[in-house]
């Protein structure tokens, strides 16, 4: 990855994650008709945490990728313990809302592990068709993984219950961004064509 790419990965991914923040925060506070995510200057500091956030949680996911790469050769079995990985990560959100939340209110919890597996497996279709069947597995266990690890302060905060709706923009959010970072991986990472040198008769 060249300096240029690494420059607009980093820029790209804060632009797109800090516009995704105040507009699915300005519709979330339409639907629910309150003031949640306070003023535009508030909004664009939270947006652009997440989107940092996502970035770091990228970078921890491609250097955890390369080291258990060289620890698990077989593909077979790097495959295998991503999908642990992964349904043990997912079990344990679900897990965390069976325990914290009951009622109407488990259900509506139920929502955020939904939307992240449902988003997960669309992400690791495209990178699959745009890439190699071999991406689907790693991409699947990033978009699950990294989100919900990500999230965590705003699923499980010590604070206190955080609404539904301000759980939800952060997941989505960093959906967003984790989607359009491995979805644009393949590209960062290939070689920039070197132009033809012609040579004079």
């Not at 994650?17 to 003023?39: I, N, P, R, S, W």
């Not at 947006?47 to 790469?69: D, I, M, Q, R």
């Not at 997941?171 to 960062?188: D, E, G, S, Y």
Request: glycine content about 4%.
């Amino acid at each position: 990855m060249t300096l240029k790419k690494l420059f607009y990965w980093f820029w790209s991914t804060l632009v797109l994650g800090g516009v995704t923040a105040v507009v699915l925060a300005f519709v979330l506070e339409a639907m629910a008709g309150q003031k949640m995510f306070g003023d535009i200057t508030k909004q664009l500091l939270l947006s652009l945490t997440l989107a940092a956030v996502a970035e770091l949680g990228f970078f921890a996911y491609l250097v955890f990728n390369f080291l258990a790469k060289g620890l698990i050769r077989h593909k077979l079995g790097y495959d295998v313990t991503m999908l642990v990985l992964t349904v043990i990560i997912l079990g344990n959100l679900v897990y965390l809302n069976t325990v914290k939340f009951s009622g109407e209110s488990f259900w509506l919890h139920l929502l955020i592990p939904f939307i992240i597996l449902l988003t997960a497996l669309i992400v690791a279709k495209l990178k699959e068709k745009w890439t190699n069947a071999s991406a689907y597995i790693p991409t699947l266990f990033f978009m699950v993984v990294a989100t919900i690890l990500e999230a965590i302060p705003s699923i499980n905060s010590k604070a206190g219950e955080i609404p539904l709706l301000i759980i939800f923009h952060s997941v989505v959010v960093l959906l967003v961004c984790n989607a359009w970072q491995i979805l644009q991986l393949h590209r960062w990472l290939k070689p920039t064509a070197k132009p033809q040198q012609t040579t004079s008769a």
